[in-house]
């Protein structure tokens, strides 16, 4: 049986996994197109790698959300509330 506590963590955990995902791959993107106007030439090579960096990282946090990887043993909780 499931606490109502542990329903709203797991939900919010959701939420912002989520959130977070969408903060990566558009801050990615930004760089991508050069929305910040970056033009001289460190900026100008930086922001690829910055974008492939953050693009990778999305992409790892997206798959942690559909598999359902937790950090921070939320599931161990939830397994000890159980018993």
């Known amino acids: 049986m ?3 506590a542990s329903v709203i963590l797991k939900a919010i955990r959701i939420f912002f996994g ?3 995902i969408i903060v990566y791959f558009g801050m ?3 760089l991508y197109i050069n929305f910040f ?3 001289s030439e460190p900026w100008l090579t930086l922001r690829y790698v910055f974008a492939a960096v953050l693009g990778l990282y999305g992409v ?3 798959y942690r959300q559909i598999k359902g990887i937790d950090y921070y043993r939320l599931r161990d909780l939830e397994e000890r509330t159980e018993q």
């Open 2 to 4: 499931k606490t109502g």
């Open 18 to 20: 989520i959130f977070m």
């Open 28 to 30: 990615a993107y930004l």
């Open 37 to 39: 106007d970056w033009v």
């Open 60 to 62: 790892y946090r997206c």
